[in-house]
């Protein structure tokens, strides 16, 4: 028995019976077998993967109703502000019934003002115990002008365990000073691997109230309206200004006490009331813009406030705008297609409207000396505009800034000069000509 079993395993050409056949692992049949075979495994680990996903997507609803309600429980409303979602919100359809934050994928923002958020105390053990985990990420509260370390919580990465777990990206919103909502840019470092769609730069909104709907099921709060909130995300980045900085300029610059610096922050106010109530877009300009970014602050030296408006928004009711708001008119030179600009003063500050134009690789605005009718061109590098808060005020500047303050002042901007030509002093001042007195006859009002 012995030697029948080896011959009939290793001994096949010894085999007389010629239709009896062995099978061997080199056969076609075993290569197929072990085909089939694999084919299945990756089938099922594929199967397997996609599960993982779908589940993930199943539980961001579930999860984003267990910490909305056990926040509202506590009186805490907590609303959504997840950009993909909020468009998804706007377009679904009731007859087709479908989830709605699933459209987030993976991770979902939401949003909390602070008020509310102040009286999370209970809340986070409450969630705690149902194993669910709040990273906290913080930053100095900017609401201190001397920039003391005082941390406020900022985001959160909201998560409960497992390898596949979805993801709530909590984003808190301070009110700050000129009633405008802020919120801090997130760090990328803490945020690895996660595709999130909301707020990895500090943002400023205006303030909105909150409407509450159902969705997928349950009761959830939005901003009102979802579609001007959409709108702002775009054209909400904030960039604060810099005031280890600025404090370090002023140790060796002290400032003093001018009329500019008395009562320039009522005269920008008053200007952005005007500007805003006719929907002008203005950002800060000239030597306004380096006193914002160099000492977070007006130059006390310099006579005027700088403003610069595209010129594609200027209209006609701009001018007695200004005048019903109480401004005097000084005066207002150029053309619209060239070098136009205008001025106004109020409490004894003049304050200069600068229209800016557009090339195909740079910006500009225009000046004219009245005695002569020189026309000067100040070059700008193309930017966006950004929000920040100066003195006080939710007002925009170019972005990014520092290209714009060389351009303007030079490498040495952080030097102060105290004596300065509008003619030729500044690094981007360009001949342009000459008027024409004809031309100064017909457009140009002092």
Known sequence: MQNNSIRFAYATEDVKDENMRIPTWNSRSSKRTLHIIFSCLV??????????????????????????????????????IDPVVLRSLLVVNESTPRCVLCTAGNVISLGVMEADWDKRGSVLQD????????????????????????????????????????????????????NF???????????????LSFGRNAGAYDRFNLQGMTVDGMRLHFPHTVEQFLAQISESEFIECDYERAQKFLEHNPMVETNLTQRGTRVLLKAKKVLDSIGVTFSLSSGTCLGWYRQCDFIPHTKDIDIEVPIQEFSTSMIPAFLKAGF??????????????IAFKAFGVKIDVNFLYEETTYLWYGGTESRTGRKFKYILPKSKVCWTDFMGLRVRVPCPVLPYIIASFGPKWNTSITSWIWTESGSNVKKNGVWSKEDRASFMYN
């Open 43 to 80: 089938f099922a680990a594929v199967c397997a993967v996609i599960r993982h996903f779908m589940l993930r997507k199943e539980n961001l609803p579930g999860l984003v109703s267990t910490f909305t309600s056990k926040c509202l429980h506590r009186d805490i409303t907590i609303f959504i």
């Open 127 to 178: 969630l705690n115990d149902h194993g669910i985990v709040l990273q906290v990420m913080t930053s100095p509260d900017p609401r201190l002008l001397t920039r003391l370390n005082v941390p406020i919580p900022t985001h959160y990465i909201i998560h409960q365990g497992g390898i596949f777990r979805p993801f709530i990206h909590l984003v808190v919103f301070y009110k700050r000073a000129d």
């Open 181 to 195: 909502l802020w919120h801090s840019a997130l760090e990328p470092s803490k945020t690895t691997g996660l595709n």
């Open 328 to 341: 005097k008119f000084l005066s207002m030179v150029g053309k619209v297609s060239d070098s136009f600009k």
